[in-house]
């Protein structure tokens, strides 16, 4: 984002050029919106306003009195009423370049923006605001500034997941596609992203809700024993097996299994996973005749399977038995106008567990609220790689190192993870570099310069070095890897997996012998990005 004049830009419409077709064909199927991470009135947190008239051509007022926010799936909308925020408007436009720009004019709204102060007006790029930015209005109300598609998914029972993020309303339509049939389920996520609370959907809307959902994580069953712990074995089977032993399978029976982390699973056990999947018949470790069971099997995982059998660690056949129907889980980096919703549930969750839930209750203008805004802005300015799990966890600190206290304090352990706040990766950027938690600290200290000083050249002189990885890219260049990210959609001579077409990738493949590395040089981008869009477009 770069500071701009003083004057609000007017863009009458939003029109294609040959360089940035793709990306404005893209941005008319989605509409700016503001949602609000953090309000006085904590009930009002969720709530959104449209700001379509930016792709109109005018300008969008920001005040006490206007735009008016609307709960999701409800009609009762109304402005923000709070009198920390000025009546004159800050003023939103588009700019000449497809992006959204924001002017102070007249109000006298302090406005903060990823806690960059802003004075007189800004302009976000078009990839920023689908990033999402952090905007804190008066030190009251924290907003998100992002997109939406201009067709949401349509409602649909909860299934016990929090939030109303496009993704997250995927991710319910999807539940309810599957869970009346049959087939095999296969959920894909990153860690911490609610992987077993999806499972968990799916088995209560199915036919078999009355009957047991077993949860067994494979990461955790020692491989000797994970046959027996499975399937069942008899008396005698191996050493230490003094009696019969029923397995999760046949605990299962008539319900669902859900196999978490799959990807751990020994070849001994992917052998028999693929005859209970084939013929629903499982083997008892020492057992002489095969048993028939019926079991819905949903499986996850937050690793590379494709990757997996290439190294010769997963079987193909299992794959595409487990993957009846596959379920992406989104990172909360991807539903980030969820994050206020997710952070006031678990805070009503856990003050809730120590008697103190008044904490949430209304208070007067004239008293400090027990969560100031400046917190929870900073908390939604974290990109969160333990997604939903680490957020949750941060939250019961929080709450216990609060306890008994008028306001919220920060203790150490939640500073340290704040200190670490950055921008979250663009969702078209990120297929092209592996999720990964913060490295670990050096003993002598990066020394970091400014984006805007890396040059186009440079920068693809970094990530050819670097095999197209961006995290040893970004330490090459010494900047941050979300800064990367942001240069990355500022050079379009920069390939991004996500834009390989079909043919491309096939003649790549061909031109190579099947060489997946080849095509990494060939193509020019990462590896995981690079199998990541194989995958989508079906191509095995």
């Not at 494709?306 to 980096?333: C, S, T």
């Amino acid at each position: 984002m770069e500071p701009t004049s003083g004057l609000t830009v007017e863009f009458p419409a939003w029109q294609d050029s040959a360089a940035d077709g793709e990306r404005r064909r893209r941005a008319r199927t989605r509409l700016p919106a503001l949602t609000i991470l953090y309000h006085p009135d904590f009930h009002r947190v969720g709530e959104r306003a449209m700001l379509s008239g930016l792709l109109e051509g005018r300008t969008v007022h920001l005040s006490r009195l206007e735009p008016s926010f609307t709960p999701p799936q409800r009609s009762d909308p109304r402005p923000l009423e709070d009198r920390h925020i000025s009546r004159s408007p800050i003023l939103f436009s588009a700019s000449m370049d497809g992006g959204v720009h924001v002017s102070l004019g007249e109000s006298r709204t302090r406005l903060s923006a990823d806690g960059a102060p802003v004075q007189g007006s800004w302009t976000f790029s078009w990839p920023e605001v689908e990033r999402g930015i952090v905007l804190e209005l008066g030190q009251s109300v924290v907003l998100l500034l992002h997109t939406l598609s201009s067709n949401l998914p349509a409602a649909s029972e909860r299934f016990g997941l929090i939030g109303e993020s496009e993704a997250i309303l995927r991710v319910r339509n999807d539940i309810r596609r599957v869970a009346d049939l049959e087939v095999p389920v296969l959920l894909r996520g990153e860690t911490g992203t609610g992987k077993e609370l999806v499972a968990r959907g799916i088995h209560q809307a199915s036919r078999r809700h009355q009957n047991p959902c077993i949860c067994v994580n494979m990461g955790a069953i020692p491989s000797s024993l994970a046959t027996s712990e499975l399937f069942g074995s008899v008396k005698g089977s191996f050493t230490g097996s003094v009696r019969d032993q029923v397995g999760h399978f046949q605990r299962a029976h008539g319900g669902t299994l859900f196999l978490d982390e799959i990807g751990e699973a020994s070849p001994e056990v992917q052998v028999m996973l693929l005859r209970v999947l084939e013929n629903g018949e499982l083997q008892k470790v020492g057992g002489l005749e095969p048993q028939k069971v019926d079991v819905r099997l949903i499986a996850a995982t937050d690793a590379d399977l494709e990757r997996f059998i290439e190294e010769g660690r997963f079987r193909a056949p299992l794959l595409h038995r487990l993957a009846g129907y596959e379920i992406l889980i989104p990172p909360l980096r991807e539903r980030r106008d969820d994050f206020g919703r997710l952070l006031f549930h678990f805070l009503r969750q856990e003050l809730r567990a120590i008697g103190e839930e008044h904490r949430l209750a209304p208070v007067r203008d004239d008293v400090e609220p027990w969560m100031p805004a400046s917190v929870v802005a900073r908390l939604a300015r974290y990109t969160w790689p333990g997604n939903v799990r680490q957020l949750r966890n941060a939250v019961r600190q929080i709450v216990i190192a609060s306890r008994s206290l008028e306001t919220v304090e920060i203790g150490p352990q939640i500073e340290r993870l704040l200190r670490q706040a950055t921008m979250p990766p663009s969702s078209v950027a990120v297929e092209t570099a592996p999720i990964a938690p913060p490295p670990p600290r050096r003993a002598e200290p990066l020394e970091y310069r400014s984006p805007s000083e890396v040059n186009e050249a440079e920068l693809i002189e970094a990530l050819r070095a670097t095999h197209w990885e961006v995290k040893p890219a970004a330490e090459r260049l010494g900047i941050s890897r979300p800064a990367l990210y942001l240069l990355i959609d500022k050079f379009p001579s920069v390939r991004k997996a996500s834009d390989l077409t079909r043919e491309e990738i096939l003649e790549a493949r061909a031109a190579c012998g099947g060489d997946l590395e080849a095509m990494v040089t060939l193509l020019e981008v990462s590896r995981k990005g690079l199998q990541q869009r194989m995958t989508q477009l079906g191509i095995v």
